[in-house]
């Protein structure tokens, strides 16, 4: 398939996939499906859209929106049409559940398996889903945003302003922490023995 253009695709993925309203930036198609099309929407794309390269597939935390969940996103191209199409659903977080695109995709095998480790999303019927990059006995999901920045428990931030924060903020509440950083006395080097950073 070649010389097709993202309004193009989007037309077609609207029939194909009985999706809402395809999103189109910068070129670039924006596919969003329910988990339970995930498979069935990466296969049409594969078949139907010639995009033979799975580039990537990550995952971004959602779970402070409504609804809440972990959005899983893979990232799909056309080497002879030049075309690519970006691939999203929205893993619900009740039930990080979502099926493996292993079958459809051999090179989503990593990635998933990166996913699975930093947000906890389990890939069903992934043929390997051992830890990939963390240590023996990790414990936590170091990108999602609940998870505790140690380091800046241990050592301040140099600067007067936290990231995320403006000089404002920093000048109407000088002592607030940063997100994801609890309370000193409840953690790290000044913790009083028997607090749970969790409560």
Same mark, same amino acid.
């Given at each position: 398939? @070649?010389? %097709?253009? !993202?309004?193009?695709?989007? #037309? ?7 999706? *809402? ?51 899983v996103v893979a990232h ?12 999203? @659903?929205? %893993?619900? !977080?009740?039930?990080?559940? #979502? ?7 051999? *090179? ?30 990790f414990e936590g999901l ?49 913790a009083r023995p028997g ?5």
């Amino acid at each position: 398939m @070649t010389g %097709v253009d !993202a309004e193009e695709i989007a #037309l077609l993925a609207g029939a194909a996939l009985a999706m *809402g309203e395809p999103e189109i930036g910068h070129g670039l198609l924006t596919v969003t499906v329910a988990p339970t099309a995930w498979c069935h929407a990466l296969e049409w794309a594969r078949d139907e859209l010639d995009c033979s390269l799975f580039d990537f597939l990550c995952g971004v935390d959602e779970l402070d929106a409504d609804p809440p969940g972990i959005l899983v996103v893979a990232h799909l191209h056309c080497p002879a049409g030049r075309h690519h199409l970006l691939l999203r @659903t929205l %893993v619900p !977080a009740d039930d990080l559940r #979502l099926p493996t695109a292993t079958g459809v995709y051999r *090179g989503a095998n990593w990635h998933e398996r990166e996913t699975h480790e930093m947000f906890g999303v389990d890939f069903t019927g992934h043929p390997n889903l051992d830890p990939l990059l963390l240590p023996d006995g990790f414990e936590g999901l170091p990108l999602r945003k609940d998870f505790v920045l140690a380091s800046r428990v241990v050592k301040q931030w140099p600067g007067a302003v936290n990231p995320g924060q403006s000089a404002g903020d920093a000048a109407r509440r000088p002592g607030k922490r940063p997100p994801g950083v609890p309370d000193p006395a409840r953690w790290g080097p000044a913790a009083r023995p028997g607090t749970d950073p969790g409560t």
